[in-house]
C-alpha cells in the first residue's frame, strides 16, 4: 500500500466515524448541558462549592465566574509546581523554576499545553496526575461551557441569562469528559500505552550505555490530552514517544479523540437554536477547511523538494518511522486545526511549505474545527462578522439565527478577531526588537518561521511546538504565558459579552428577504472570509517566513 | 412672492415612479460641475478636526503628513508621487462627501428663499368666535412667534410658522415645500387643519395657532435634514465603522510589526542590494505608509458618509423626508407593511358595477329609479350610479319618469332627499304628475337608495315587506367585496317595495398585484388596512393579492396590530394622515405622514410624504434597502482589493532581499516602485471611479436575499478580487513609460 493510498485511508476512514457520530453524539452533548436533572454526585459537588445550580448567570457573572475558577486553578497549579519537591511521588525533582512553573501553569489553565520543560525529567507523578491532567479536564470543559453559553446567547430572547457556570463546567466533566477519558484509557493500555507509577527502570541498551526509561500514568493522560485539545505530553517527545503513541493505530485513534467533540459542538448549536441546518452548515465550513488543510499539508509533505527528500521519496526528517510521512502530515495539521498541540514529528523538520500549513491553520484561528468549545465560539464569531457584510447585501440590517447584528454585536465579535492577531504580532516583532529570537537554532527564514510559530502557538492557546526553538528563558516564559492569559481569556470575555447582547435581543423571523445561513453559497463565504482576513493579516509576515523559504 | 419647487422635477430617468414604473430604485446623476463645485468644500475637510469622523481617511491624513516630511528631507521622484496621491486620496474622500453634502445644499437654498423674513400679524386676546375688537392686532416678526400664539394671516400673505387652523377655510399654495402647484384647501378643525410657515394664502382669511417654537419650524428641520448639517450616524453605519476600525487597526499592527522582522531579515541578506523599497534601516517610510494605506479599507471608509447623504437625498428626491437616518435604515429591514385600502391598494372610491333587479323588475327599472336616488348624491359613488345608469342603459342624466323632464310638469314640489350619516340613504320625493288642469294625476312616488339595513327598514315602515332574494342578493355581492346599495320605492297607496341592488365595487389600482408579489419574494408581508367589514375586505385582499388585511379597522386596532406584529420581532411600516393615526404611526418602526395630514400625524410619524402619496411606502422600503446593500457591496469591494495589492507591494518590498518571492509578483509589474506607486494610485483613482455608484446607489431589483447576495456577491466580491490586478497592471504599463520612477 502507497503511502498515497494509506493516508487517504486514514483521513477517509476518521470522516465516516466524525460522521457516524455527529448526529448521536452531538444529541447527547446537547442533553448534558440543556438538561435540568442533576445526578447525586453533582448535587454534592454543589453542595460542597455552594452553588445554587438552579440559579442561572447573567453574561458579566458567567465571565466573573470562568475568571474566578481559572484564576484559582492558575494559583493552585502554580503553588503545586513550586512546591513539587515536598509532595509525594515527585521523582526526586526539584521545584520547578518560578518563569516556567508560572507558563506552565498559565499553559495548562489556557487549555494551551505549551510546554517549555520536558515533563518526565521535570515534573513527578502526582503534579502529572493531579496538576496537569485535572486542567486538561477543566480548562477544556471551560472552553465548551463558553460556546454553550454563546449558544444560548442565541437561542434565547429577552433575557439576560445565559446559565450557570458551574453547573456547565461540572456537567461537561463528568457525563462528556471522564467517561470518554476512562474507556479511551483503556483503549489505549489494549494498544501499548503504558499506565503506572513507577518511577523508572533503568536499562542497558544495544551500544551498552545505561538509560533511564520513565513510566507512569501515561495512557490516562494521553486520553485527556487528545479529547480535550490539550496537547500537553507526558514526554517531551509528545505523541511521538512509543510509550504515548504505540502505532499507527493508537495515532488513529488518538486523532478521533481529538476530533470527536470539536466535530460534534455544531450539532448542539444546531439543536439549541431548532435549526439542524444550521449546525450542519457550520460544522461544513470546519469539514471544508479541515480537508483542504489536511490535503494541502500532505502534498507539501509527500512532493516536498530538496535532495534529501527527493532521495528518500519524502520529507522522512523528523518523522517517526512507524508513521510515515502521511499520518505524521495529518497529525500535525489535525492537532494545530484543533487547539491540541500534540505532535508526532516535528514540524521544524517538514518541508517550508509543508511546515506553513500548520501555523496558518493556527492563524486561521483554530476554528476547522477547533478546540473543544473555542473552536465553535470562534466559527461562530467569523460568522457573525461574514453574516454583517453578507447580509448588508440583501438590503436588511445584518441576522444571524434570528438575531441582529448591530453596534453592540460588532464590537464585541471585531475584539475578539482583534486579540489575537495583535498578540502574535506585537509578540514576534517584540521577539525580533529585543534580539529574543536569538534562542531560535535558525537564521533567516526558518528562524524567522521559528519566532512567528511560538507566538501563534501560544497566543492562539494551541501548544503545539515547532521546535527548533529554547522558550524556557524567562523572556520567553513571559511573554508567552502572556500571550497565552490574553489570548484566553479576553476572548472569551467578548465571546460572552456578544452571548449577553445576543440573549437579550428578540428573536426576528425568518422571511424571504433574510439571509439563509445554511446553504452552500453561506458556507463557502463564510470559509472564505475565514480565510482572506487570515491571509490579510499575516501575509507579510509569512512572505519572511516559509514563502521566502518554500518559493 | 414666487417660490420655486424645492425639488426639482425628476430628470435623467428618474420617474417619480408609481406602481405603474415598476418602482424600480433609481438615484441621481452624477453632474461633473458638482465636483468642480464640491472641491473647496474637500479641501475645507483637510482639517483634521473634521476628519476626526472618518478614521481611516485621517490615517491616510497623518500618513500623507509623514510622507510629506520624507519626501522634503529626501527628495525623490518616487517619495513625492506616493505623497502627492496619498494626499489625493484624503482629498478624493473629501470630494465624496462634499459632492453627496452639496446636492443638499442646493435644495436648503431654495428652501430658505421660503423662510425669508414675514411680518404676522400677531392677535391677542383672540378666542373662537371673538368679535373684531374683543382682541388686539399687533405686526411682529415671524422670528419671535412663539408655541400658543394666535395669527391672522390673509389672501396673499405667507403663512408666518408651522400651526393649525382655528377658524376659518382657505386655499394655500404649499408649493414652497411641495413643489405642487395646485392649491390646497386648510380649514379649521378636522385633518386639514395643519399649515406650514413658508406656504401662502391665496385666497379667504385663516386664524391660525402657531405650534412650533422659534428656528424649529418644519422648514427649518427640512433644511437641517438636506444640509446633512446635523447629521448622526446610523445604527448600521455605526457598527460599520466599528468593523472597519478593527481591520484598520488590525492592519496597522501587521504593517507596523512587520519593521523589525523586516531588519531580520535584510541583516540576514546583508548582500542583498538596498532598494527604493528597503534597506537596512528596514522597509523605508514610504514604503511602509504605502502599504498601510493600500491595506486598510479606504474605498468604503472614503465613501461611506456619501452613501448615507445620498441615501436620504434619493428620498428627498421623491419628495419623502426622513426625519432620521434611523427611519430610512429601518425601512430597509420592514417586514410587515400595514396599508391602508384607499388610495393605496384601491382608486380612492367605489364604483357601481351593476344593477341586480329582484324578480318582476327590469334591470333598467332599477337603473332609473337608482339614478334618480342619486341625482342629489354628490359623493363620488352616487356620481358612479348616474354614470352607470346612463352608460349601460343609455339613460340620460336629470331623466325622470316616463321620459318628462325632471321637475317639469308636476302637481307639486319635488324634494331631493340628501345622504346623511344618520339616514344612511339618499333618494327623491316626486311629487305626482300633473294632469291638464294641475291636479295630481297618478300616486306620488318616492325613491330610496342606501345602506341595505336603512333601505330595507325604510320599505318596512312603509308597509312592504323587503323578499329573501334582496337579502341573497346583498349577500352575494358582500361576499364577492362589492358594497350593496338597496334600491326602493313607494308609491303613495302601495306597499313600498325593493326594486334591486346596485353594486358597488372596490377598483385595485392596476399593477398592485405585481407589487404584492414582489414585496413577498422580498420576504414582506402586506396587511390591508380597510374599514370595511371582514367579507368585503376579504374580497378586495384577495383580488389585490395582499397577504393579509385587517378588516373594521378602528386606530385602536391599528396600534393593536402593530404592537402584535412588533411583539414577533417584525419591524412594522404604515401611513397615516389623521389625529387618529398618530398613535400608530408613532409606533410604527417606519410611520410616513402624509402632508397634507394633521400636525399631530406629522410629529408622530419619521417620514413625512410631501405628495402625500401612500403607494410611496413601498419606494421607501426599496430605498433603505438599496441603502444598505451599497453599504455592503462596496465594503466587499473594498476587502477584496487588497489580496491584488498584496501580490502587488509584498513582492516589490521583500524579492530584493530573497529572489524567490518574486514569484508572487503574478502581475509581472516592472519594478519596485512603479508597483507600489501602481497600488498606491489605484487606491486613490477607485474612489473617484465610485463616487457616482455611491450616490446612485447599486442597482436595486426587489427579490429574494439568495438572488440578491448571488448577484452582488460575484459583482462585488470576484469583481473586487479581479479589478484592481487589471487596474494595477494598467497603471504599471503607464508608471514605468515615467522616466525617474522605473
Known sequence: ?551 | MTVSPVVPAPSGGLPSSGPASGGRVGGGLLDPRQLVRALPDAFRKLNPVTLWRNPVMLIVEVGAVFTTGLAVADPTGFAWAITVWLWLTVLFANLAEAVAEGRGKAQAATLRQAKRDTVATRLTGWSPGARPGAYREEAVAAAELRHGDVVLVEAGQVIPGDGDVVEGIASVDESAITGESAPVIRESGGDRSAVTGGTKVLSDRIVVRITQQPGQSFIDRMIGLVEGANRQKTPNEIALNILLAALTVIFLMAVVTLQPLAIFSKGFQGAAPDTAAINSDGVTGIVLVSLLVCLIPTTIGALLSAIGIAGMDRLVQRNVLAMSGRAVEAAGDVNTLLLDKTGTITLGNRQAAEFVPVDGVTAEQVADAAQLASLADETPEGRSVVVLAKNAYGLRERSGLAGSDFGAGRSGEDRNVPFTAQTRMSGVDLAPEATVDGGPSGAARRVRKGAAAAVMKWVRDNGGHPTDQVGDIVDGISGGGGTPLVVAEHLDGEPARTLGVIHLKDVVKSGMRERFDEMRRMGIRTVMITGDNPRTAKAIADEAGVDDFLAEATPEDKLALIRREQEGGRLVAMTGDGTNDAPALAQADVGVAMNTGTTAAKEAGNMVDLDSDPTKLIEIVEIGKQLLITRGALTTFSIANDIAKYFAIIPAMFAGIYPSLDALNIMRLSSPESAILAAVVFNAIVIVVLIPLALRGVRYRPSSASTLLTRNLWLYGLGGIVAPFVGIKILDLLISLIPGIS
Open chain 1, 1 to 551: 500500500m502507497s503511502t498515497t493510498t494509506a493516508g487517504i485511508i486514514l483521513v477517509a476512514s476518521l470522516a465516516v466515524v466524525l460522521t457516524a457520530v455527529y448526529k448521536p453524539f452531538g444529541d447527547y452533548l446537547y442533553r448534558v448541558v440543556a438538561g435540568t436533572r442533576h445526578s447525586r454526585v453533582e448535587r454534592g459537588i454543589y453542595r460542597l462549592i455552594g452553588v445554587d445550580a438552579k440559579a442561572e448567570q447573567s453574561w458579566g457573572t458567567y465571565a466573573r465566574s470562568v475568571l474566578a475558577f481559572s484564576l484559582i486553578s492558575l494559583l493552585f497549579l502554580y503553588a503545586f509546581l513550586r512546591l513539587q519537591d515536598r509532595l509525594w511521588l515527585s521523582l526526586g525533582f526539584d521545584a520547578v523554576p518560578d518563569h516556567i512553573a508560572w507558563n506552565t501553569a498559565v499553559s495548562f489553565v489556557t487549555n494551551t499545553n505549551w510546554q517549555a520543560y520536558s515533563g518526565e525529567s521535570t515534573m513527578g507523578h502526582l503534579v502529572q496526575m493531579a496538576g496537569l491532567a485535572v486542567q486538561n479536564f477543566v480548562s477544556a470543559a471551560v472552553g465548551i461551557a463558553v460556546a454553550v453559553a454563546l449558544v444560548r446567547g442565541f437561542a434565547r430572547s429577552r433575557t439576560d441569562q445565559l446559565g450557570n457556570f458551574w453547573v456547565d463546567l461540572v456537567r461537561i466533566a463528568l457525563r462528556v469528559l471522564l467517561p470518554i477519558a476512562v474507556l479511551g484509557t483503556i483503549v489505549l493500555m489494549i494498544g501499548g500505552v503504558v499506565q503506572n507509577l513507577s518511577g523508572g527502570t533503568d536499562v542497558t541498551t544495544v551500544a551498552g550505555g545505561t538509560q533511564t526509561i520513565t513510566g507512569g500514568p501515561v495512557a490516562s493522560q494521553e486520553v485527556i490530552k487528545e479529547l480535550g485539545t490539550n496537547g500537553g505530553g507526558f514526554y517531551n517527545a509528545n505523541s511521538s514517544h512509543p510509550f504515548e503513541n504505540p502505532t499507527t493505530w493508537t495515532n488513529w485513534f488518538e486523532l478521533l479523540l481529538i476530533l470527536v467533540i470539536p466535530f460534534s459542538l455544531p450539532r448542539v448549536f444546531g439543536r439549541m437554536v431548532g435549526q439542524n441546518r444550521q449546525g450542519y452548515a457550520i460544522v461544513a465550513v470546519m469539514a471544508i477547511l479541515a480537508i483542504v488543510s489536511v490535503t494541502l499539508t500532505n502534498v507539501f509533505e509527500l512532493t516536498g523538494d530538496g535532495a534529501v527528500p527527493q532521495a528518500v521519496g519524502a520529507a522522512m526528517e523528523g518523522k517517526e518511522a512507524r508513521f510515515g510521512v502521511s499520518n505524521s502530515a495529518t497529525f500535525a495539521a489535525v492537532t494545530t486545526l484543533t487547539s491540541t498541540g500534540a505532535v508526532n514529528s516535528f514540524h521544524d523538520s517538514f518541508t517550508p511549505l509543508g511546515g506553513m500549513m500548520p501555523l496558518v491553520n493556527m492563524m486561521l484561528g483554530e476554528v476547522a474545527p477547533g478546540g473543544v468549545g473555542a473552536g465553535l465560539y470562534g466559527m461562530l464569531i467569523l460568522a457573525v462578522i461574514t453574516v454583517f457584510v453578507a447580509g448588508l447585501m440583501v438590503g436588511r440590517t445584518p441576522e444571524y439565527v434570528g438575531k441582529k447584528i448591530g453596534a453592540r454585536e460588532i464590537k464585541f465579535a471585531s475584539l475578539y478577531f482583534l486579540i489575537t492577531p495583535m498578540l502574535v504580532l506585537i509578540g514576534t516583532a517584540a521577539a525580533f526588537a529585543t534580539g529574543n529570537n536569538s534562542t531560535a537554532l535558525n537564521v533567516g527564514p526558518h528562524g524567522l518561521t521559528e519566532v512567528l510559530y511560538a507566538f501563534t502557538s501560544a497566543s492562539n492557546n494551541n501548544g503545539s511546538a515547532f521546535a527548533g526553538i529554547t522558550v524556557n528563558t524567562p523572556w520567553w516564559d513571559t511573554a508567552l504565558g502572556l500571550c497565552m492569559l490574553l489570548g484566553r481569556f479576553l476572548p472569551i470575555i467578548f465571546v460572552l459579552g456578544l452571548a449577553g447582547a445576543l440573549a437579550r435581543q428578540r428573536p426576528v423571523p425568518a422571511s424571504a428577504g433574510t439571509l439563509p445561513t445554511h446553504r452552500p453559497l453561506f458556507v463557502g463565504m463564510l470559509a472564505g472570509v475565514t480565510v482572506i482576513l487570515v491571509a490579510l493579516t499575516f501575509l507579510p509576515a509569512l512572505a519572511l517566513g516559509p514563502l521566502a523559504e518554500g518559493l
